[in-house]
């Protein structure tokens, strides 16, 4: 399972290394160190933590509206595999994307809840990239 520092991790929540640090200081993120020393999160936490921090905010006025045609970076936070069709959600900060794909192509992505992702936007369309 993937780990993530606490910048990459405040950068996946669309905060600030501090704010993502304060928030590890008060429990609110459960960290660990790794084995050069550097506080991390584990993925699937981070995932969980990054659904709830969304649920918790309402819309935000000062949320910058995008064009059609942007990326957003962010974690796995559900696959939910059918027969042949398929389901991933990722969370990018206060986004929730969900992309609807062939089974085969979250199996070849490798895609699974806590990895990094990115969905890409075009119309109606969401691609995911792996990271």
Do not use: C
């Not at 780990?3 to 590890?24: E, K, N």
């Not at 192509?105 to 369309?125: D, Q």
Request: glycine letters at 10%; zero cysteines.
């Amino acid at each position: 399972m993937p780990s993530y520092t606490i910048g990459r991790a405040a950068q996946l929540l669309g905060v600030s290394p501090d704010t993502a640090r304060r928030w590890a200081d008060a429990g609110r993120i459960a960290t660990h160190r790794d084995e050069s020393g550097r506080r991390v999160v584990d993925g699937r936490d981070l995932a969980a933590f990054s659904v709830e921090l969304a649920q918790g905010t309402g819309g935000d006025d000062d949320t910058p509206y995008t064009s059609a045609r942007n990326a957003f970076p962010g974690i796995v936070t559900a696959v939910k595999l059918g027969d042949v069709a398929a389901q991933v959600e990722i969370q990018a900060g206060p986004h929730r994307l969900v992309s609807l794909l062939t089974r085969e192509a979250v199996e070849e992505l490798g895609l699974e809840v806590g990895m990094l992702a990115t969905a890409r936007v075009k119309s109606t369309n969401v691609h995911i990239d792996r990271v």
